[in-house]
C-alpha cells in the first residue's frame, strides 16, 4: 500500500507563490509518472500536472506557464511549485499515480487565493 502525504498548502493572496511537496512511500525510482491533482466543493477531481521518471511534464491549459512540476527521486519526493497563483486555483491539492493506475488518496493539501 502506497503512502501518500502532501504539504505546504496555505492562505495566499492572488498573485503569490506556494511550493506543494508529495512524500511517497514508495521509491521514485519504480515510479515511471506521477500526478497532482486538484478539487474544489461539488466538481470532479482535475489533473493538473505529470512528469515521467525521465522529467518529461504535461500541464492543464488553466495552470500551463504557471506552475512547474518535479520531482526528486532520491528523496522520494514530488513538488508543485505554483506562482501567479489565481483565486481559480483555490482547492484541495492531492499527488498521486495517473488515473489509469491511481492508489489511495492522501489527505490533501488546502490551496486557498484570496486577497
Known amino acids: 500500500q502506497v503512502q501518500l502525504v502532501e504539504s505546504g498548502g496555505g492562505l495566499v493572496q492572488p498573485g503569490g507563490s506556494l511550493r506543494l511537496s508529495c512524500a511517497v512511500s514508495?521509491?521514485?525510482?519504480?515510479?515511471?509518472?506521477m500526478c497532482w491533482y486538484r478539487q474544489t466543493p461539488g466538481k470532479q477531481r482535475e489533473l493538473v500536472a505529470s512528469?515521467?521518471?525521465?522529467?518529461?511534464?504535461n500541464y492543464a491549459d488553466s495552470v500551463k506557464c504557471r506552475f512547474t512540476i518535479s520531482r526528486d527521486n532520491a528523496k522520494n519526493t514530488v513538488y508543485l511549485q505554483m506562482n501567479s497563483l489565481k483565486p481559480e486555483d483555490t482547492a484541495v491539492y492531492y499527488c498521486?499515480?495517473?488515473?489509469?493506475?491511481?492508489?489511495?488518496w492522501g489527505q490533501g493539501t488546502q490551496v486557498t487565493v484570496s486577497s
Open positions: 512528469i515521467t521518471i525521465g522529467g518529461s511534464t
Open positions: 498521486n499515480f495517473p488515473t489509469s493506475t491511481v492508489r489511495s
Open positions: 514508495k521509491s521514485l525510482f519504480d515510479i515511471s509518472r
